[in-house]
């Protein structure tokens, strides 16, 4: 698979899972054993391991081969091997303990981040002029006639006795 077509489907692979914070860094001349290493953050165990398994399932279906994924089990640090892109899926305070971006982003990669999915994209619709409708004129709300308070029968407070 060709070096830049792997990159696009491992970096839309990433924001398909919700990775922050991605970065790409050319590593030829740095390294003979790949070319590009690609960085992502994960907030948990569970997304970096979704994560890494997200990007070997589309390198797989774009006909890309997965050499080697490592570190699944803790996942705080997944690594996946595609031969010429190595792809670091880490939780951000292991990548901050580790700083691989200071050891290997010598030379970034611009990329484009946040590609919308053709798909997924609709056209607008044109927008048809706003045409003016007369006023609607409502009735007055009537309010609800008030009830006479009740009738209070009164008692007296004096009740006949008997004398004797």
């Known amino acids: 698979m060709e070096l830049t077509k792997l990159q696009r489907t491992v970096i839309d692979a ?23 290493m690609i960085v992502a953050s994960g907030t948990s165990n569970r997304q970096t391991k ?10 797989k279906a774009a006909g890309g081969q997965v050499v080697s994924v490592e ?9 996946v091997d595609l031969g010429d892109i190595v792809v670091h899926v880490m939780q951000p305070a292991v990548r901050q303990y580790y700083g691989l971006e200071e050891v290997w982003g010598a030379k970034p990669v611009r990329v484009k981040l946040g ?3 053709k798909a997924k994209v609709k056209k607008a619709a044109p ?3 706003a045409t003016k409708k007369a006023p609607v004129k ?3 709300a009537k309010r609800p006639a008030k009830k006479a308070p009740p009738k209070r029968t009164t008692t007296t407070a004096k009740t006949s006795r008997k004398r004797s």
């Open 50 to 59: 979704a994560l890494a398994w997200h990007v070997v399932e589309k390198v």
């Open 14 to 36: 990433l924001e398909d899972v919700k990775a922050q914070d991605i970065k790409v860094f050319n590593t030829l001349g740095q390294s003979d054993l790949f070319d590009r």
């Open 115 to 117: 590609t919308p999915d």
């Open 71 to 79: 570190g699944t089990d803790p996942g705080e640090w997944v690594l």
């Open 127 to 129: 927008k048809k002029p």
């Open 138 to 140: 409502k009735a007055a």
